[in-house]
Structure formats: structure tokens, C-alpha cells
């Protein structure tokens, strides 16, 4: 859901603005450089990058799989 904000610009700033990005992606530019400071999703997107690397993800399993194994031995010889 998006909802409508009026903000005012340095007449310079907004020129700047349109210059560089135009009129029609000056929403989605500034949406884009404030996401970061005002929602918390740096670790999100840090685990969904990890997650889609297919290799890591087997090594990760991998050692999970070796402790598991290491524990258990541990536990039975007590």
C-alpha cells in the first residue's frame, strides 16, 4: 500500500533532481535511497543472498551435518 506525502525542495535540489532522474522516477529514487535507513532489512536481504548461493548452502549443511555427528559421540561416550 502506498500512501501520499508533499515534501518540499530546494528549488536547485528539485531541478538537480528531475535533471538526473526525471519527473516519472523521482518517487521510486527517493523511495530507493531512504529504504535502507528506515526499515531494517540489510539482514534479509544478506540471508536471501546467502541462501541463493547453492554451494555455500551445501558447505553449511555439510558442517551442520559433521557437529551433529561430532555431538552425538560426545553424548554416548558421556
Same mark, same amino acid.
Given at each position: /500500500?502506498?500512501k !501520499? /506525502? =508533499? @515534501?518540499k525542495?530546494?528549488?536547485? +535540489? *528539485?531541478?538537480?533532481? $528531475?535533471? =538526473? +532522474?526525471?519527473k516519472?522516477? /523521482? !518517487?521510486?529514487? @527517493? &523511495?530507493?535511497?531512504? !529504504?535502507?535507513?528506515?526499515l531494517? =532489512?540489510?539482514?534479509?536481504d544478506? *540471508?536471501?543472498? /546467502?541462501? %541463493?548461493?547453492? %554451494? !555455500? &548452502? +551445501? &558447505? %553449511?549443511?555439510d #558442517?551442520c $551435518?559433521s557437529l &551433529?555427528?561430532? #555431538? =552425538?559421540? @560426545? +553424548? %554416548?561416550?558421556?
Amino acid at each position: /500500500m502506498r500512501k !501520499r /506525502m =508533499t @515534501i518540499k525542495l530546494d528549488e536547485a +535540489v *528539485y531541478e538537480g533532481l $528531475n535533471r =538526473t +532522474v526525471g519527473k516519472r522516477r /523521482m !518517487r521510486q529514487f @527517493i &523511495e530507493d535511497l531512504l !529504504r535502507p535507513h528506515v526499515l531494517d =532489512t540489510s539482514l534479509d536481504d544478506g *540471508y536471501q543472498a /546467502m541462501a %541463493a548461493d547453492e %554451494a !555455500r &548452502e +551445501v &558447505e %553449511a549443511q555439510d #558442517w551442520c $551435518n559433521s557437529l &551433529e555427528k561430532g #555431538w =552425538t559421540a @560426545i +553424548v %554416548a561416550f558421556g
